[in-house]
């Protein structure tokens, strides 16, 4: 689990920006025998799905080979809705599952999917520093997807989106980025949702 404590206002500015729209999103994921399942916040660009969920609503998105993808949204906050979801804990709570669940023999836990992302730097306002970055993120085998540069007095602020890659890929990028001395904060990241579901 990832919570949005480190998502700060200027980012939901540059997002906007940048075409995207802010989401918390739980995702599960099979790969091969293996299982990702996650919560964290994530950019999404207007083409998503999830992109256009606002208020009290939820959604779900599923995609299939058979189905391709299917969403589904309704209420999700507020009396009636939550007491509904307890409702249902509860009944689900009394009910023996029909089947098995996946134990951890059966299916292996995975840590390292492929995800796109939106980095955010505070860096030295100073000549070659985009090209220190950039040579990290090249390094790391990290391909840029845009980028927006704003002076803001003696030092500058870099925020980009990256192409999909293994998220320790980038994991790896965004360390070596945090140890260059041109940086003046710790880098930020968040996960971005291509336009295209899956």
């Given at each position: 689990?990832?919570?949005?404590?480190?998502?700060?206002?200027?980012?939901?500015?540059?997002?906007?920006?940048?075409?995207?729209?802010?989401?918390?999103?739980?995702?599960?994921?099979?790969?091969?025998?293996?299982?990702?399942?996650?919560?964290?916040?994530?950019?999404?660009?207007?083409?998503?799905?999830?992109?256009?969920?606002?208020?009290?609503?939820n959604?779900?998105?599923?995609?299939?080979?058979?189905?391709?993808?299917?969403?589904?949204?309704?209420?999700?906050?507020?009396?009636?809705?939550?007491?509904?979801?307890?409702?249902?804990?509860?009944?689900?709570?009394?009910?023996?599952?029909?089947?098995?669940?996946?134990?951890?023999?059966?299916?292996?836990?995975?840590?390292?999917?492929?995800?796109?992302?939106?980095?955010?730097?505070?860096?030295?306002?100073?000549?070659?520093?985009l090209?220190q970055?950039?040579?990290?993120?090249?390094?790391?085998g990290?391909?840029?997807?845009?980028?927006?540069?704003?002076?803001?007095?003696?030092?500058?602020?870099?925020?980009?989106?990256?192409?999909?890659?293994?998220?320790?890929?980038?994991?790896?990028?965004?360390?070596?980025?945090?140890?260059?001395?041109?940086?003046?904060?710790?880098?930020?990241?968040?996960?971005?949702?291509?336009?295209?579901?899956?």
């Amino acid at each position: 689990y990832e919570g949005i404590e480190q998502i700060q206002a200027d980012d939901l500015e540059y997002a906007r920006e940048l075409g995207l729209h802010l989401k918390l999103i739980g995702t599960a994921e099979r790969i091969g025998k293996g299982l990702s399942v996650r919560v964290h916040p994530a950019f999404l660009y207007p083409g998503h799905p999830l992109a256009t969920v606002t208020g009290p609503f939820n959604a779900v998105t599923v995609e299939s080979e058979a189905i391709t993808e299917v969403t589904m949204s309704g209420p999700g906050a507020g009396g009636p809705q939550t007491a509904s979801a307890v409702l249902g804990d509860v009944i689900s709570a009394m009910i023996p599952p029909a089947s098995t669940p996946p134990t951890s023999e059966m299916l292996a836990i995975v840590e390292d999917v492929v995800s796109a992302f939106y980095l955010h730097l505070e860096v030295a306002d100073e000549p070659g520093v985009l090209a220190q970055v950039a040579r990290v993120l090249a390094d790391r085998g990290v391909s840029v997807k845009s980028v927006v540069q704003k002076g803001l007095g003696d030092q500058a602020r870099l925020v980009m989106v990256v192409h999909p890659v293994l998220e320790s890929q980038f994991t790896a990028a965004r360390e070596d980025i945090a140890a260059l001395a041109v940086l003046r904060a710790p880098p930020r990241a968040i996960r971005v949702l291509e336009e295209e579901f899956g």
